[in-house]
């Protein structure tokens, strides 16, 4: 069975702008899930991505989140480039193009990077986040796959589908990131919805013994946040951010500005432990030295 | 007020009125049916999932077969597409009078950008009853647990929109009362503690009266009292 998009998305295919007219060649798939397709495209010698959503309705409600949030003063500023339709075997398919950032997930950044880089990446997030929740919106649907991590910790959000404006029903959500699933709090788009996404998806990147698989499917009526306290005492990098963790999880935070001013002096208030080796090394060179430089003058005297 | 009746159910019906015919009276009277058939080992034949599709059509809601596993997500998905659609269909109409055709697609995009925020606003703060049917005929039985998780979670949904959003639950046939093909579980609420006493002792039984029950869950949702023992005139009100 060939689905929709195959020939449309076809690596050098052309779409073509029913309104605009503006051409973009097809480089390659990104990714494709129910109700969407995203591919990378050229225009020019620039480079974009595109969303096309079968389901109208939803994904103009994207685009609605996406043209408000591109008309502000904020780092998404420019993020929505175009709005149009393509025409797909005699049917009208609508799409957008946005900046094309490149980057890897940020389990994977980790993986090859190290684990301490989790403290810059988490401050990058929030500070995302801040910016979301000043234009008077909720991510919603904040988890791993949404988020790109580039060059030395940058963030970027990727996928503004679950976007709301605070006070209403989240729009979209993934299960184990939604404090609905875990008994802690209303499915309502406050800024505390986020930090808690927030909270899941860093006890997430850093669960070394894979403690989330057995959780996820587990009877609602035992499944409680408490179960992910291990987590925090796994790995090194998140016991030293775990009372922060624990807070977003209790839905503490009233506010991304509170989190995001606690995450920094968590990170770096405390001295960065130097590995124990390095001092004594130190310390024994420097006398070396010492008794070098002694012996040196105690000869040619 | 818009009006939804979520059917979920394993098989065929075998008793009473066709529940096709009672959907179609659901539909007439502006309350949507939607319908999920759970199947965890390929049990649900070709006449079941061929009837599960025809309760839908006849509804003017859709149908989906999934497994215990996608329960959740799919009422999730169904009651919240549902609202959007109706809204949708609302505002369509009002397209067509004014531009004499009612297709989003054909809008230039500014404008569709307009009308999609209100309905984005319409599907937010318009109030809005679902009533779930469970089939709790004996097969049903291991599929109990995701059911009840099924209707938590939507509740939770509920509960965060704007409008007035209320959710009750029947089952069929019913457990107390030999001769009623319904039973109600929970009144309109949107409560979750109301949640925890349900289905603890429901005892599964092996007749299936999928109309019966479909109609007298109509009779509740159109906001008639709901009287178990008066089932053969509710019944009789419809049979043609």
Known sequence: ?301 | MMKQILLITDGCSNVGVSPVIAAAQAQAEGVTVNVIGVVDQGELGMLGSEEIREIAAAGGGMSRIVNSGQLSQTVQMMTRKTVTTTIQHAVGKELQSILGHSQLEQLPPTQRAEVVQVIDKMSETSSLRVALLIDASASMKPKMAAVREAIHDLLLSLRARTGQSELAVFHFPSTKDRDASLEMDLNWTNELANLDRMFYKINMKGTTPTGPALLATLQFVAEKPFVESAEDGMLSDYVV
């Open chain 1, 1 to 301: 069975m060939t689905t929709w998009y195959e020939d449309a998305f076809r690596p050098g295919s052309e779409i073509r702008g029913k309104w605009n007219g503006r051409v973009y060649v097809v480089e390659r798939l990104l990714g494709a899930g129910s109700n969407g397709v995203v591919a990378l495209v050229r225009r020019g010698t620039s480079r974009f991505a595109l969303k096309a959503g079968r389901e109208t309705v939803d994904h103009q409600s994207e685009i609605n989140s996406l043209t408000a949030l591109s008309l502000t003063a904020t780092s998404f500023k420019h993020f929505l480039v175009e709005v149009d339709d393509m025409i797909v075997q005699d049917r009208e398919i609508p799409f957008f193009v946005m900046r094309y950032i490149e980057g890897v997930k940020v389990s994977d950044y980790l993986h090859k990077h190290g684990q301490d880089w989790i403290y810059v990446i988490g401050s990058n997030l929030l500070r995302k986040l801040m910016e979301l929740h000043r234009c008077g919106y909720v991510f919603g649907d904040l988890k791993i796959e949404n988020m790109i991590v580039s060059k030395y910790g940058h963030v970027d959000l990727i996928d503004f589908g679950g976007m709301t404006l605070k006070g209403r029903a989240i729009k979209q959500l993934t299960e184990v990131y939604d404090r609905g699933f875990w008994k802690a709090g209303e499915r309502v788009a406050e800024e505390s919805y986020d930090l808690f996404s927030f909270a899941i998806l860093i006890l997430k990147v850093l669960d070394v013994k894979n403690r989330f698989q057995g959780l996820q499917h587990s009877l609602p009526q035992n499944r409680e946040i408490e179960q992910l306290h291990p987590i925090l005492k796994d790995s090194q990098a998140a016991a030293r951010i775990a009372p922060f963790i624990q807070r977003a999880l209790n839905g503490q935070w009233q506010s991304s500005e509170e989190a995001y001013q606690h995450w920094k002096k968590q990170v770096t208030g405390h001295k960065l432990t130097p590995s124990p080796l390095k001092l004594p090394w130190l310390k024994i060179c420097f006398a070396a030295s010492l008794l070098l430089f002694g012996a040196t003058v105690y000869i040619y005297w």
